[in-house]
């Protein structure tokens, strides 16, 4: 059984930062792109950024510059290092990635940004 899991939500004020942490756990032989996506309340849910394989990034226009996406590939691990919040980041944050060839999706960590 493989599972994401994710760490590093909370709430901060505007302006702040967070870092978002996801690892990828189990018989695990192989691992492509590391996504995160966001669902705000009452919204459908939403690419924020990914990251293939080989290293090419891709974010949503409302978050470049602000937001920065890693991975370590040995840590079976992506990043997500979130500067200059908005109260309009404030959202569940989801990591997703394709593990073994699946798309499998972490539980969610919630991202509050009081402004």
């Known amino acids: 059984q493989v599972q994401l899991v994710e760490s590093g939500g909370g709430l901060v004020q505007s302006g702040e930062s967070l870092r978002l942490s996801c690892a990828a756990s189990?018989?695990?032989?192989?691992?492509?792109?590391m996504s995160w996506y966001r669902q705000a309340q009452g919204a459908q849910r939403e690419l924020v950024a990914s990251?293939?394989?080989?290293?090419?990034?891709n974010y949503a226009d409302s978050v470049k510059g602000r937001f920065t996406i890693s991975r370590d590939t040995t840590k079976r691990t992506v990043y997500l290092q979130m500067n200059s919040l908005k109260p309009e980041d404030t959202a569940v944050y989801y990591c997703?990635?394709?593990?073994?060839?699946?798309?499998?999706w972490g539980q969610g960590t919630q991202v509050t940004v009081s402004s």
């Open positions: 189990g018989s695990i032989f192989s691992i492509g792109a």
């Open positions: 997703n990635a394709v593990l073994n060839s699946l798309f499998a």
């Open positions: 990251i293939t394989s080989a290293g090419s990034t």
